[in-house]
């Protein structure tokens, strides 16, 4: 009988594959708009996308900060207001999780492309130049691998990491896009 319930439903892997194989389809097709992207622009999707969480959240994360204030500015408060406000609190930063995690799956396929490009810029060039930033400037002062000269940055693919020169040398294949998914989901 389970073998049959199996060739008719398939197993927890096919329907897992199934289910994970659109975001691939997508995240290959954001892919082919995100390759034709200056590398300042490429960088800015990620400023992008943390501004659409931010976006997204910014309003529950408003109310919760108030009621913070109100809790630690307002001492004479009953008790059993207090405890309506944390309730009410716990119930924001619930929903405050899980729009962050649905704003992240509508990102992923574009996030994900994002990162499969970059790899991919890094391993067929040895330098990466981007407009210089005061990150940039930081960074550059601490890792020898990158380098500002004028307005602009140069990030090395070769790094040391842990005492060992690292070279970039791969672009993700689509089995480690689906894999990034899987964890993304909590699935492993």
Same mark, same amino acid.
């Given at each position: 009988?389970?073998?049959? $319930?199996?060739?008719?439903?398939?197993?927890?892997?096919?329907? #897992?594959?199934?289910?994970l194989?659109?975001?691939?389809?997508?995240?290959?097709?954001? %892919?082919?708009? =995100?390759?034709?992207?200056?590398? #300042?622009?490429?960088?800015?999707?990620?400023? &992008?996308?943390?501004?659409?969480?931010?976006?997204?959240?910014?309003?529950?994360? +408003?109310?919760? &900060?108030?009621?913070?204030? !109100?809790?630690?500015? *307002?001492?004479?408060?009953?008790?059993s207001?207090?405890?309506?406000?944390?309730?009410?609190?716990?119930? /924001?930063? #619930?929903? =405050? %999780?899980?729009?962050?995690?649905?704003v992240?799956?509508?990102?992923?396929?574009? +996030?994900?492309?994002?990162?499969?490009?970059?790899?991919?810029?890094?391993?067929?060039?040895? !330098?990466?130049?981007?407009?210089?930033?005061?990150? #940039?400037r930081? $960074? +550059? +002062?601490?890792?020898?691998?990158?380098?500002?000269?004028? *307005?602009?940055? %140069?990030?090395?693919?070769?790094?040391?990491?842990?005492?060992?020169?690292?070279?970039? *040398?791969?672009?993700? %294949?689509?089995? !480690? /896009?689906?894999?990034?998914?899987?964890?993304?989901?909590?699935k =492993?």
């Amino acid at each position: 009988m389970a073998t049959f $319930l199996t060739k008719l439903f398939g197993n927890k892997s096919d329907r #897992d594959l199934k289910e994970l194989n659109p975001k691939l389809n997508a995240t290959l097709e954001a %892919y082919k708009t =995100i390759k034709n992207l200056s590398n #300042d622009e490429l960088r800015i999707k990620t400023t &992008e996308f943390k501004e659409k969480i931010k976006s997204a959240i910014a309003d529950d994360e +408003a109310e919760v &900060e108030a009621m913070r204030n !109100q809790l630690d500015t *307002d001492l004479d408060m009953p008790i059993s207001q207090k405890q309506r406000l944390y309730e009410q609190i716990e119930k /924001l930063e #619930d929903n =405050i %999780y899980d729009t962050t995690q649905q704003v992240l799956n509508e990102l992923l396929p574009e +996030a994900f492309a994002v990162v499969k490009e970059t790899a991919r810029r890094f391993f067929e060039n040895e !330098q990466v130049e981007v407009t210089a930033t005061d990150f #940039d400037r930081d $960074l +550059a +002062a601490v890792r020898e691998s990158v380098n500002i000269s004028g *307005d602009k940055a %140069y990030f090395s693919n070769s790094w040391i990491a842990g005492g060992t020169m690292i070279h970039w *040398d791969m672009v993700h %294949y689509d089995v !480690q /896009l689906i894999g990034g998914a899987v964890l993304h989901e909590g699935k =492993i």
